[in-house]
């Protein structure tokens, strides 16, 4: 016992404090010596004097009782290690485990407000060249605006946030943008039964984002089509829009996505995009529950 916890309280800590292995193994056959000697020699005395009655055949020399304490405190060192390593090894993973989730959240966080001011920049023309062009209720464009900002203050800083709101503020967004496009048709179709669903907040808005951003406007057939369905707990989430040249710009929006939805998400979802004959598409699938 005296060898297990001078190992666990002072050895092994002195040994992780200094990095010096030479000392470590030189104090733990110091110890081994002195508490194997100490323990044969009170163990002689108690046999010698009879202060401990034996009521068996006892024929071990002081020489065996030496190996024998010997090998108690080397047993006493070995589980000093072991335990300290054992015990130090689980808390290092626990404390490697906290670090990685306050480092994802703050990566999330860091995303999000990276997010934030390129909407802001997008949505601003918008309602620039609505009344610029004379079209529309800027009124109305101002209250659309409004309620998707609020959504951004407040409803975004959840970690998930009700699927409804998210695609209310998406078809704000679609309509905020349709005001400003005259020679492309845009569909926006969602399916299934979005009530009491969660999912990241300001997930989706990234990808419609990029649909309105890179859209043709000198095609003959310029469009723009956003589906999502929702069944049994997944989310299918599609878009596709006509493109004369690919975009080539890398913007921060779909880099954003693709982290966010690896922080979040892992395994339970897929992204796939693709272009090809003028037509840009992606499609992402989502399991809502976890």
Same mark, same amino acid.
């Given at each position: 016992?005296?060898?297990?916890?001078?190992?666990?309280?002072?050895?092994?800590?002195?040994y992780f404090r200094r990095r010096n292995l030479s000392r470590l193994i030189l104090l733990s056959l110091l110890l081994i010596l002195?508490?194997?000697?100490?323990?044969?020699?009170?163990?002689?005395?108690?046999?010698?004097?009879?202060?401990?009655?034996?009521?068996?055949?006892?024929?071990?020399?002081?020489?065996?009782?030496?190996?024998?304490?010997?090998?108690?405190?080397?047993?006493?060192?070995?589980?000093?290690?072991?335990?300290?390593?054992?015990?130090?090894?689980?808390?290092?993973?626990?404390?490697l485990a906290a670090l990685e989730k306050e480092r994802s959240a703050a990566e999330l966080i860091y995303l999000k407000a990276q997010?934030?001011?390129?909407?802001?920049?997008?949505?601003?023309?918008?309602?620039?060249?609505?009344?610029?062009?004379?079209?529309?209720?800027?009124?109305?464009?101002?209250?659309?605006?409004?309620?998707?900002?609020?959504?951004?203050?407040y409803d975004s800083e959840q970690e998930l946030a009700a699927l409804d709101k998210e695609l209310d503020y998406l078809a704000d967004?679609?309509?905020?943008?349709?005001?400003?496009?005259?020679?492309?048709?845009?569909?926006?179709?969602?399916? &299934?039964?979005?009530?009491?669903?969660? !999912?990241?907040?300001?997930?989706? =808005?990234?990808? *419609? $984002?990029? %649909?309105?951003?890179?859209?043709?406007?000198?095609?003959?057939?310029?469009?723009?089509?956003?589906?999502?369905?929702?069944?049994?707990?997944?989310?299918?989430?599609?878009?596709?829009?006509?493109?004369?040249?690919?975009?080539?710009?890398?913007?921060?929006?779909?880099?954003?996505?693709?982290?966010?939805?690896?922080?979040?998400? &892992?395994?339970?979802?897929?992204?796939? !995009?693709?272009?090809?004959?003028? =037509?840009?598409? *992606? $499609?992402? %699938?989502?399991?809502?529950?976890?």
């Amino acid at each position: 016992m005296l060898a297990f916890y001078a190992l666990y309280g002072y050895l092994m800590p002195d040994y992780f404090r200094r990095r010096n292995l030479s000392r470590l193994i030189l104090l733990s056959l110091l110890l081994i010596l002195v508490l194997a000697g100490l323990a044969a020699w009170i163990m002689g005395i108690l046999l010698q004097n009879m202060i401990v009655p034996i009521h068996f055949e006892f024929s071990w020399t002081y020489r065996d009782m030496q190996y024998n304490r010997l090998f108690m405190a080397l047993l006493g060192i070995m589980a000093g290690i072991f335990v300290k390593l054992a015990l130090d090894r689980f808390e290092l993973r626990r404390n490697l485990a906290a670090l990685e989730k306050e480092r994802s959240a703050a990566e999330l966080i860091y995303l999000k407000a990276q997010l934030n001011p390129h909407f802001l920049f997008n949505s601003l023309n918008s309602l620039y060249s609505q009344l610029e062009l004379g079209t529309g209720d800027p009124k109305q464009t101002l209250s659309a605006l409004s309620d998707m900002l609020r959504y951004q203050l407040y409803d975004s800083e959840q970690e998930l946030a009700a699927l409804d709101k998210e695609l209310d503020y998406l078809a704000d967004y679609i309509a905020l943008q349709k005001l400003r496009l005259d020679n492309c048709t845009v569909n926006y179709v969602v399916d &299934g039964d979005s009530k009491s669903q969660k !999912i990241a907040p300001l997930l989706l =808005i990234a990808f *419609v $984002e990029n %649909t309105f951003k890179h859209v043709s406007d000198n095609l003959t057939e310029n469009f723009i089509d956003i589906n999502i369905q929702i069944h049994e707990g997944q989310l299918r989430f599609y878009c596709s829009n006509s493109y004369e040249v690919a975009a080539t710009g890398k913007g921060i929006g779909l880099d954003n996505v693709r982290k966010r939805l690896s922080l979040i998400y &892992g395994k339970r979802h897929q992204l796939e !995009i693709k272009q090809e004959n003028n =037509i840009y598409e *992606v $499609e992402l %699938t989502l399991c809502l529950k976890s």
